[in-house]
């Protein structure tokens, strides 16, 4: 079955440092990918997203990466601050066209600790 | 910024007991998601509701769950027979087109 899924469970890096965290999913037909970070108690929150027609995405400090070829998405963030330190997960959409009512499967997620 | 809210934050229920929780989307969305996240596990989709019906369920949304838009801004979870493995954060979600906003939770504590 479709899947989506991390390389890393767990990432720590020192403040001022690049991150990046990996993804893997399995569906050859998601055509719409999605970082989200959670925080302690939190609900998940929008980070960046990308569709499959593109390979790259950038926002304020961070970087999506997508490789259609090796099924592969990535997340970079950089100059990683402290405030960064949370859960990512990358989610995808099968749905032709990244149609809004589609629904998301969420990768296992990494925890990134970020060390002032 | 307009949000996501959901209500309570924590609910805690007797197994066999019904629970409802709340959610009250982004006002001008359209598109309304559960979703619940046991401890420690990834995000899983139960159920997403457009247009007064539900357009995809899971197979975790059984018989035992239901979804309700009761008036112009409340979306409902409802599980008729708690279990103990019900017991997690659900989360409810809005969208106008492709970026789903999530709400911060509730945790529901099944005993």
């Known amino acids: 079955g479709e899947s989506v899924g991390l390389h890393l469970p767990t990432l720590s890096v020192q403040e001022g440092d690049n991150s990046i965290i990996n993804c893997a999913y399995s569906?050859?037909?998601?055509?719409?990918f999605i970082w989200y970070k959670q925080e302690s108690g939190k609900g998940p929150q929008f980070i960046i997203d990308i569709r499959s027609n593109m390979d790259k995405r950038q926002g304020q400090r961070v970087t999506v990466l997508l490789n259609k070829t090796v099924k592969h998405l990535s997340l970079q963030i950089a100059a990683t601050q402290p405030g960064d330190s949370a859960v990512y997960f990358c989610?995808?959409?099968?749905?032709?066209?990244?149609?809004?009512?589609?629904?998301?499967?969420f990768g296992q997620g990494t925890i990134l600790t970020v060390h002032p | 910024e307009p949000e996501v809210t959901q209500t309570p934050s924590h609910q805690v229920t007797q197994m066999g007991q019904e629970v409802i929780l709340r959610c009250v989307p982004i006002s001008n969305h359209l598109y309304f998601y559960w979703y619940r996240q046991i401890l420690g596990q990834k995000v899983e989709f139960l159920v997403s509701?457009?247009?007064?019906?539900?357009?995809?369920k899971s197979e975790i949304f059984d018989d035992q769950f239901s979804v309700e838009r009761p008036d112009g801004s409340n979306f409902t979870l409802k599980i008729r027979s708690t279990k103990l493995e019900d017991s997690a954060m659900y989360f409810c979600?809005?969208?106008?087109?492709?970026?789903?906003?999530f709400g911060p939770g509730t945790r529901l504590t099944v005993l």
């Open positions: 989610a995808e959409s099968g749905n032709a066209g990244g149609t809004s009512y589609g629904k998301l499967t």
């Open positions: 569906n050859s037909a998601s055509d719409y």
């Open positions: 979600a809005s969208s106008e087109w492709n970026e789903q906003f």
């Open positions: 509701f457009y247009n007064n019906e539900i357009s995809e």
